[in-house]
Protein backbone atom coordinates (compact mmCIF):
# COMPACT_ATOMS: atom_id res chain seq x y z
CA UNK A 1 0.00 0.00 0.00
CA UNK A 2 1.40 3.14 -0.89
CA UNK A 3 2.23 5.87 1.63
CA UNK A 4 0.34 9.78 1.39
CA UNK A 5 2.67 12.32 2.07
CA UNK A 6 2.24 13.72 5.89
CA UNK A 7 0.53 17.41 5.97
CA UNK A 8 2.80 19.81 6.91
CA UNK A 9 2.69 22.08 10.21
CA UNK A 10 2.48 25.20 8.23
CA UNK A 11 0.10 24.25 6.37
CA UNK A 12 -2.30 25.09 8.91
CA UNK A 13 -2.96 28.07 7.27
CA UNK A 14 -1.85 30.28 10.59
CA UNK A 15 -0.37 33.97 9.85
CA UNK A 16 2.58 33.77 12.43
CA UNK A 17 4.07 30.60 10.72
CA UNK A 18 4.83 32.34 7.28
CA UNK A 19 6.42 35.34 8.74
CA UNK A 20 8.85 32.66 11.16
CA UNK A 21 11.23 31.87 8.29
CA UNK A 22 12.13 35.19 7.45
CA UNK A 23 12.40 36.12 10.85
CA UNK A 24 14.62 33.39 11.19
CA UNK A 25 16.86 34.05 7.78
CA UNK A 26 16.64 37.56 9.20
CA UNK A 27 18.41 36.92 11.90
CA UNK A 28 21.01 34.80 10.66
CA UNK A 29 22.02 36.67 8.47
CA UNK A 30 22.23 39.88 10.58
CA UNK A 31 24.22 37.72 13.13
CA UNK A 32 26.80 37.06 9.95
CA UNK A 33 27.10 41.00 9.38
CA UNK A 34 27.31 41.64 12.96
CA UNK A 35 30.01 38.69 13.12
CA UNK A 36 32.27 38.83 9.75
CA UNK A 37 34.06 41.97 11.17
CA UNK A 38 35.44 40.16 13.65
CA UNK A 39 37.50 38.22 11.29
CA UNK A 40 39.09 40.77 9.73
CA UNK A 41 42.65 42.06 11.16
CA UNK A 42 42.58 45.54 10.39
CA UNK A 43 43.54 47.61 8.15
CA UNK A 44 46.15 46.73 5.73
CA UNK A 45 48.57 49.41 4.38
CA UNK A 46 50.45 48.76 0.51
CA UNK A 47 53.55 48.03 2.90
CA UNK A 48 52.30 45.47 4.42
CA UNK A 49 51.44 43.55 1.23
CA UNK A 50 54.78 43.78 -0.14
CA UNK A 51 56.94 43.58 2.95
CA UNK A 52 58.91 40.26 2.82
CA UNK A 53 57.64 37.17 5.46
CA UNK A 54 59.67 34.88 7.06
CA UNK A 55 62.95 36.10 5.63
CA UNK A 56 65.46 34.27 7.26
CA UNK A 57 67.48 37.90 9.11
CA UNK A 58 63.97 39.79 9.64
CA UNK A 59 62.76 40.28 12.87
CA UNK A 60 59.55 38.35 12.41
CA UNK A 61 61.65 35.00 12.17
CA UNK A 62 63.53 35.82 15.20
CA UNK A 63 66.96 36.06 13.89
CA UNK A 64 68.16 39.37 14.78
CA UNK A 65 71.56 40.75 16.49
CA UNK A 66 70.08 42.54 19.84
CA UNK A 67 71.42 41.89 23.17
CA UNK A 68 67.70 41.67 24.57
CA UNK A 69 68.00 38.24 25.68
CA UNK A 70 64.41 38.06 27.40
CA UNK A 71 62.78 38.24 23.48
CA UNK A 72 63.84 35.63 22.05
CA UNK A 73 65.21 34.11 18.98
CA UNK A 74 69.11 33.94 18.05
CA UNK A 75 71.84 35.89 16.81
CA UNK A 76 71.09 36.90 12.62
CA UNK A 77 75.12 36.61 12.17
CA UNK A 78 75.42 33.02 13.64
CA UNK A 79 72.21 32.15 11.94
CA UNK A 80 73.37 33.40 8.29
CA UNK A 81 76.81 31.85 8.82
CA UNK A 82 75.90 28.63 9.55
CA UNK A 83 73.45 28.34 6.68
CA UNK A 84 76.00 29.59 4.53
CA UNK A 85 78.79 26.81 5.96
CA UNK A 86 76.31 24.28 5.68
CA UNK A 87 74.92 24.78 2.28
CA UNK A 88 76.68 22.00 0.85
CA UNK A 89 74.62 19.64 2.74
CA UNK A 90 70.54 19.70 2.19
CA UNK A 91 69.15 21.26 5.08
CA UNK A 92 66.32 19.25 6.46
CA UNK A 93 65.35 21.73 9.00
CA UNK A 94 65.85 25.10 9.43
CA UNK A 95 64.02 27.11 12.86
CA UNK A 96 65.61 30.67 13.05
CA UNK A 97 63.06 31.11 16.15
CA UNK A 98 64.60 28.03 18.15
CA UNK A 99 67.98 28.54 16.50
CA UNK A 100 68.02 24.99 15.26
CA UNK A 101 69.37 23.46 11.85
CA UNK A 102 69.21 20.15 10.78
CA UNK A 103 70.89 19.00 8.01
CA UNK A 104 69.99 15.40 5.77
CA UNK A 105 72.36 12.53 4.99
CA UNK A 106 74.93 14.12 2.72
CA UNK A 107 77.85 11.83 0.86
CA UNK A 108 81.17 13.74 -0.11
CA UNK A 109 81.35 13.08 -3.74
CA UNK A 110 85.24 11.51 -2.90
CA UNK A 111 83.81 9.24 -0.11
CA UNK A 112 81.74 6.66 -1.62
CA UNK A 113 80.20 4.60 1.17
CA UNK A 114 80.48 7.16 3.57
CA UNK A 115 78.15 9.94 5.19
CA UNK A 116 77.39 12.67 7.40
CA UNK A 117 74.55 14.79 9.01
CA UNK A 118 74.51 17.89 11.12
CA UNK A 119 72.95 19.53 13.37
CA UNK A 120 73.52 23.31 14.64
CA UNK A 121 72.42 24.78 17.79
CA UNK A 122 72.01 28.59 18.31
CA UNK A 123 71.98 28.95 21.75
CA UNK A 124 72.45 33.22 22.62
CA UNK A 125 71.65 36.19 20.89
CA UNK A 126 75.22 37.59 21.23
CA UNK A 127 78.06 36.48 18.88
CA UNK A 128 80.55 34.07 20.96
CA UNK A 129 81.69 31.38 20.57
CA UNK A 130 80.13 29.31 23.19
CA UNK A 131 76.88 30.35 21.30
CA UNK A 132 77.28 27.72 18.62
CA UNK A 133 77.00 24.09 19.45
CA UNK A 134 77.64 21.82 16.39
CA UNK A 135 76.92 18.15 16.45
CA UNK A 136 78.71 15.68 13.89
CA UNK A 137 77.34 12.73 12.79
CA UNK A 138 78.76 10.08 10.61
CA UNK A 139 77.54 6.45 9.48
CA UNK A 140 79.74 4.65 7.21
CA UNK A 141 78.40 1.47 4.92
CA UNK A 142 79.32 -2.08 5.48
CA UNK A 143 77.43 -4.16 3.22
CA UNK A 144 73.56 -2.89 2.25
CA UNK A 145 73.71 -1.10 6.06
CA UNK A 146 74.77 2.12 7.26
CA UNK A 147 76.45 2.04 10.17
CA UNK A 148 76.89 5.00 12.98
CA UNK A 149 80.48 5.46 13.42
CA UNK A 150 82.56 8.53 15.20
CA UNK A 151 83.92 11.08 13.16
CA UNK A 152 87.49 12.77 13.28
CA UNK A 153 88.06 14.14 16.47
CA UNK A 154 88.46 17.84 15.02
CA UNK A 155 85.48 17.92 12.59
CA UNK A 156 83.03 19.81 14.64
CA UNK A 157 85.22 22.13 15.92
CA UNK A 158 86.65 23.11 12.39
CA UNK A 159 83.11 23.56 10.88
CA UNK A 160 82.06 25.44 14.34
CA UNK A 161 85.24 27.87 13.68
CA UNK A 162 84.04 29.01 10.10
CA UNK A 163 80.84 29.60 11.23
CA UNK A 164 82.72 31.59 13.82
CA UNK A 165 84.84 33.62 11.10
CA UNK A 166 81.95 33.80 8.69
CA UNK A 167 79.73 35.26 11.20
CA UNK A 168 82.06 37.66 12.13
CA UNK A 169 82.53 38.62 8.46
CA UNK A 170 79.27 39.36 8.38
CA UNK A 171 79.26 41.39 10.93
CA UNK A 172 82.27 43.27 10.31
CA UNK A 173 80.44 43.56 6.59
CA UNK A 174 77.18 44.95 8.27
CA UNK A 175 79.70 47.85 10.61
CA UNK A 176 78.17 46.20 13.30
CA UNK A 177 80.73 46.02 15.87
CA UNK A 178 78.91 46.53 19.70
CA UNK A 179 77.92 43.01 20.56
Not at 5 to 20: E, K, L, Q, V
Not at 58 to 70: I, Q
Not at 100 to 113: F, N
Request: with cysteine.
Amino acid sequence: MPRRPMPCPSASGSASSGSRPAFWLAGVALSCLLLLPACSSGPRTSSDLTAPRNHLLHEDRGASGGEDVLKGGVNAYLWRATLDTLSFMPVATADAEGGIILTDWYTPPAAHGERFKMTAFILDRRLRSDALRLTVFRQVQQGTEWVDTPPAANTASDIAARILSRARKLRADNGNRDD
